[in-house]
């Protein structure tokens, strides 16, 4: 796939995830076989503003790969104000979010709620387009809600704007998270368009890849909640389409990665923050495991990295029989 002159290989990429896929997490998917990554939401109002924190979620390295700085805003004026300032971290795209469904941004005008103002959508697209010397891609959803299914009609306007790319996440703004996707959605997407279209939603192996591939026809796949406590879901992905044998990881290499994962978030970012959400991480690597209610409670009192290591001490310890 080709994103502008940007060559993309591989098969599956990591989604944006605010406050999930941050820098640690993108470095240890990559590692892990993640074509591409894109960063966490970052509020261009913040950025234009000079927040700090907003404008460090831009930053883009190269421990990354290939990676995208991803804004939102509903003002083309502030976009095109904001993706300037992301150039100076060298991203290798700039990616608009049409498709966060939080209350708290698409409440404001930003993420999902652009997809009921297409005509804004596409200024804003072509402001940003405008100042950027990368391309610009877009990520939106389904639409609105199941009466509005506009993603077709917004991506045409966002591809005539510039856009290089559209990823589409297969749900309504008003499901949220929940089931079914409606992969007929980005085959519509990829009908309505001539550049690349990225499928996401629901793909967790190299089955619900390729299926999500041959039935819609996009020219990639992101892969989001999958990934969370489970790099390992694109060397699955990457070993189906290879054809060569996976062989999935024992607990005690799931908890090293882990271990790797945090020990991450602890020097990119405060400390104590990083122990706030070692917590869900943790968790995240221990799902399925036996014992794992009991761990859970033990995650969320994680305040150290050595209560990291004492939980991972536990799950193995709960597990060593299995």
């Known amino acids: 796939m080709k994103i502008g002159n940007l060559e993309i290989k591989g098969y599956s990429a990591l989604a944006p995830m605010a406050g999930v896929a941050d820098r640690a997490m993108r470095e240890i998917c990559v590692k892990y076989g993640a074509s591409f990554t894109v960063g966490e939401l970052t509020s261009a109002k913040g950025v234009v ?3 700090g924190k907003s404008e460090s979620l831009l930053k883009c390295y190269k421990s990354e790969g290939i990676s995208a700085s991803q804004l939102f805003g509903c003002e083309p004026d502030i976009m095109a104000k904001a993706a300037i300032k992301a150039l100076k971290y060298n991203p290798d795209f700039i990616d608009i979010n049409m498709g966060c469904p939080a209350p708290k941004i698409a409440g404001n005008g930003g993420g999902s709620a652009l997809m009921k103002n297409i005509e804004l959508a596409g200024e804003i697209v072509s402001a940003v387009v405008g100042v950027s010397d990368v391309s610009v891609t877009v990520k939106m959803r389904a639409g609105w809600d199941e009466e509005n299914l506009n993603a077709p009609q917004l991506a045409l306007v966002c591809e005539q704007a510039g856009a290089k790319a559209i990823t ?7 499901q949220m998270y929940a ?7 980005i085959k519509q997407v990829k009908n309505a ?3 690349p279209v990225i499928g996401n939603g629901d793909v967790c192996d190299g089955e619900s890849a390729e299926n999500m591939y041959k039935y819609t026809g996009c020219d990639f796949v992101m892969v989001g909640r999958s990934a969370m406590g489970n790099p390992f879901v694109f060397d699955r992905i990457n070993a189906y389409f290879e054809n060569r044998e996976y062989i999935e ?11 790797e994962q945090i020990n991450l978030m602890c020097e990119y970012k405060d400390p104590h923050i990083a122990m706030l959400e070692a ?4 968790a995240w690597y221990l799902s399925g495991i036996n014992g794992a209610a009991n761990l859970r409670r033990m995650c969320g009192e994680i305040k150290s990295m050595s209560d990291v290591l004492r939980v991972c001490e536990k799950a193995l310890e709960q597990n060593k029989d299995l």
């Open 49 to 51: 503003l000079g927040d």
């Open 168 to 174: 589409v996440h297969a749900r309504t703004r008003k």
């Open 179 to 185: 089931p079914p996707v409606n992969l007929d959605i």
């Open 193 to 195: 368009v001539s550049i």
């Open 249 to 259: 990881p024992t607990l005690e290499e799931r908890l090293k990665v882990c271990i």
């Open 279 to 282: 917590r869900k991480h943790t």
